[in-house]
């Protein structure tokens, strides 16, 4: 007699399941997933999450987590890369859709990473805003420091979106919008397109148009501290900008004034 093996129900490793898509652009989307019960993460950090290619083995990348700590599920802010192995295939997700998520938390962008400031600035290119999607929904940033600046920039105007509705509703959380009046300065920019405020991040911190337009002094290592994430090119020339103004690097296992990441791997690197 033969048997025939029936074959085994293909589960995903780590699978969450998808409970929220939003198409922002053709280029950008945001996603939710349910929280593993013992995933715990420190807001800013990032993990592993992707999908099984064709031959059944996973394809993961690093994503940044762009919900706050508090928060039941887990978001994401993604790019969409047209012939990208994982994000070609990511974009198309629907609700009840399974990713992979492993749950191991890291990052740089953390709290504990930087000495106790007066000021937090928040800089950020393109999807380098995930991490910071988190930090601006955790009272933790409101609680270590009396302002928080979160400089965004984007080719266009439709690529702050994103952003833009993140800072809108937090105003108006009942949660936490108390704790952020006031203290949140929002400055998103363009620089293919026009908008009210213009110009890379680099030229309008160099220039101090951002001080005079939000009316505040200028950076120094007493007072301020930052946190940075962008392409490779960005966090190179940011980081320059810092050290003019006497911020130094720190880390997890020794905290400064300032701290990067990278918000993708591009080409060549
Ligand atoms: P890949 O083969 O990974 O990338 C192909 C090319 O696309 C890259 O060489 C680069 O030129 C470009 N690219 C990749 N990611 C981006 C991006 N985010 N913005 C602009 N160009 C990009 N991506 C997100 O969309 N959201 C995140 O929150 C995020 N967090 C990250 C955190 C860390 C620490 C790192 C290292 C990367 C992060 N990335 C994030 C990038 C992500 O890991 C993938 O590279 C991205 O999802 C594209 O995957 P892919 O397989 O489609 O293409
Ligand atoms: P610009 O339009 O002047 O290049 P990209 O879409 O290429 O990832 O860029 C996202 C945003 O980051 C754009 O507004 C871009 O400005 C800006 N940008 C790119 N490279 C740098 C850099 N080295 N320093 C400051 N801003 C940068």
Request: glycine letters at 8%.
């Amino acid at each position: 007699m033969t048997e025939t093996a029936i074959p085994p129900v293909k589960t995903l490793p780590d699978a969450q399941t998808v409970t929220e898509v939003t198409h922002w652009t053709d280029r950008l989307f945001s996603f939710r997933v349910t929280r593993p019960q013992t995933l715990r993460f420190r807001s800013g950090e990032f993990v592993m999450i992707g999908l099984l290619d064709d031959n059944g083995k996973p394809l993961l990348r690093a994503y940044s987590i762009a919900s706050p700590n508090w928060d039941e599920e887990l978001e994401f802010y993604s790019i969409k890369v047209p012939d990208g192995p994982l994000t070609s295939r990511l974009q198309h997700i629907k609700v009840g859709d399974e990713i992979i998520l492993r749950p191991k938390p890291v990052g740089t962008l953390v709290h504990d990473a930087l000495l106790p400031g007066k000021r937090v600035w928040f800089l950020a290119t393109g999807t380098g805003i995930a991490p910071f999607a988190s930090l601006m929904r955790d009272p933790e940033t409101y609680e270590k420091f009396d302002e928080v600046v979160m400089m965004h920039t984007c080719r266009t105007v439709e690529e702050l979106e994103y952003g833009r509705q993140l800072v809108e509703n937090l105003i108006n959380d009942p949660l936490i919008g108390e704790m952020v009046d006031g203290k949140l300065k929002y400055y998103p920019t363009t620089t293919r397109e026009e908008f009210h405020h213009m110009g890379r991040i680099t030229d309008n911190l160099e220039s101090g148009k951002v001080f005079e337009d939000l009316g505040i002094a200028p950076m120094d290592r007493e007072h301020d501290r930052a946190m940075v994430c962008g392409s490779l090119a960005f966090n190179k020339d940011v980081m320059k900008v810092l050290e003019g103004f006497g911020l130094r690097e720190g880390a997890n296992s020794e905290p400064r004034e300032y701290v990067v990441e990278k918000a993708f791997v591009g080409d060549g690197i």
